[in-house]
């Protein structure tokens, strides 16, 4: 099973085919990125002549199934069977920007549109049929793509008969009549997920599996600073690199530095791993990294900017007046994702473009940050997105397609760049860890006098590595505000307090 690639421009150059879209959306990312050229279209859906059926997300599978739910809420909304439907996700060439796949947004959020494109192309059908047949549009149904009588008495018409020499173009609209939750027969209903067969059989497609023609393989020596992303020294600590020490290696294309980026490319992944091992790389001492034995002290010694979420009553004085004074600090240590397979990928840079088989969760944003590392235009890059190892939150995927971007730049040929296990877990965005200090306390009957929370949690975006490596991005401390989303509490609390502590990482985080 391979991941569905598509061009909008040939498939809306078919005839026989029905398509709804969207003006696109710009989707504002840490890195600045290109808003859509005016009057551009995002694809959602497609339905043909020969019954077939695209389904177009932003949003990518990370092993919870999102593929076959979606395929669900199109198929649901369409009237079809499930298997008529193909989804394709997270292809920068193809489908719509939707943002990162994160915070379980891909079914309450990036699904919506997506399910009123489904509604509106069945009731476009529908009235496409009523108008063939000579009857009012209630009063008809459809039932797995054929649109008949309510009543019965006649054959039907299916989709794919509708279509026939028609070339339709629906743009979304704001407001479509869904169906009814009593209505639904798939969504719902536990059904098969689509990808496990290929999966339990071998024959899935994972990033790592990915090879191209002339395709080369690169490894990466990353520096002595692992898991910090600010200071001076970052991209500016590399002494020397000795090319003699790895030339005796057979196979061995090119020995690449930027900055503090090193990487080498040989003809044969072996080759690539031995040259890695072996190269000389000479770099100054690192400065002390941060020492996280203890790390509600490391997160209260972090300078903090304090940010008022909510406050009434008199806190303090509450407190004091307490029959009972209730006191308790809970700590969130970081958190590595460890995902089973290093992160891996695989990147063609041309003169005037690149084409990137990736695992990100970021199909778009990584699209950006690729951008700015080559200097060429987004719209000349292409994000491929293969499913990879999975990970409850950022790993280094990002990270492994902008280094194969680099290699291949270096060499004129496509390269697949994977990363080895030190590496993966020494250099991933950790989940940032969080210090919850509560001061309450209880009345003499019981109920609460007082409610003051204060949460610390450092600033979890951390950019894409070889930003900071060659020097592209400035290797500096942004303070963002976050750590706050379930800070304020449901409860009616006479006397509350709920503080933020907006902080620079400590370490190289992100999301969890």
């Not at 520096?223 to 970052?234: E, K, M």
């Amino acid at each position: 099973m391979s991941e569905p690639v598509f061009s909008p421009d040939d498939l809306l150059a078919r005839d026989g085919t029905l398509a709804v879209l969207r003006p696109a959306q710009h989707v504002r990312g840490l890195v600045p990125s290109a808003p859509p050229k005016e009057g551009a279209l995002d694809l959602f859906l497609m339905l043909d002549d020969a019954g077939r059926v695209l389904a177009f997300n932003g949003h990518v599978d990370l092993g919870t199934g999102i593929r076959t739910a979606l395929a669900q809420i199109a198929a649901e909304e369409l009237d079809v069977p499930l298997d008529r439907v193909t989804m394709v996700l997270g292809h920068t060439g193809g489908t719509p920007n939707q943002g990162a796949t994160i915070a379980s947004d891909s079914i309450q959020v990036s699904a919506v549109p997506l399910r009123r494109a489904a509604a509106q192309a069945r009731h476009h059908l529908v009235a496409l049929a009523a108008q063939a047949l000579g009857v009012p549009a209630d009063d008809l149904t459809v039932t797995d793509g054929v649109v008949h009588l309510r009543a019965g008495g006649n054959a039907g018409l299916s989709y794919a008969d509708l279509l026939s020499g028609r070339r339709d173009r629906l743009v979304l609209a704001d407001s479509v009549a869904l169906k009814p939750v009593s209505e639904h027969r798939i969504v719902g209903q536990r059904v098969p997920r689509v990808d496990i067969p290929a999966k339990a059989t071998g024959q899935f497609v994972y990033v790592h599996d990915v090879r191209v023609p002339g395709m080369l393989h690169g490894r990466v020596v990353r520096p002595p600073y692992a898991g910090v992303d600010a200071g001076d020294f970052i991209g500016t600590s590399l002494i020397r690199v000795d090319e003699a020490s790895v030339a005796h290696i057979p196979g061995v294309v090119a020995v690449v530095t930027m900055g503090d980026f090193v990487g080498v490319v040989a003809e044969r992944e072996e080759q690539a791993a031995e040259a890695a091992r072996r190269l000389v790389v000479e770099w100054k001492d690192p400065p002390a990294l941060p020492d996280l034995k203890d790390v509600a002290n490391a997160l209260r010694a972090n300078p903090a900017r304090p940010r008022l979420l909510a406050a009434h009553g008199d806190v303090d004085a509450a407190r004091d007046g307490a029959a009972q004074v209730l006191d308790r600090t809970y700590v969130w240590p970081y958190q590595m994702h460890a995902s089973i397979g290093p992160s891996c990928a695989v990147a063609d840079v041309r003169g005037d473009g690149a084409t990137v088989w990736s695992g990100t969760q970021n199909p778009y944003p990584l699209r950006a940050d690729i951008s700015l590392l080559l200097g060429l235009p987004e719209e000349a890059i292409e994000i491929i997105r293969h499913e990879a190892a999975g990970c409850y939150g950022r790993n280094c995927a990002d990270d492994v397609a902008a280094d194969a971007a680099l290699l291949s730049r270096a060499v004129g040929r496509p390269v697949r760049v994977q990363l080895t296990r030190e590496q993966e877990h020494a250099w991933e965005p950790k989940g940032a860890a969080q210090l919850m200090e509560i001061k309450g306390g209880l009345n003499g009957d019981g109920t609460p006098a007082a409610y003051d929370f204060s949460t610390r949690y450092p600033s979890n975006a951390a950019t894409t590595l070889a930003l900071l490596l060659t020097g592209r991005v400035p290797a500096n401390n942004p303070v963002f505000e976050m750590g706050d989303r379930t800070a304020v509490p449901p409860y009616a609390y006479d006397n509350l307090r709920v503080t933020a502590h907006d902080m620079a990482p400590i370490v190289r985080a992100a999301w969890l």
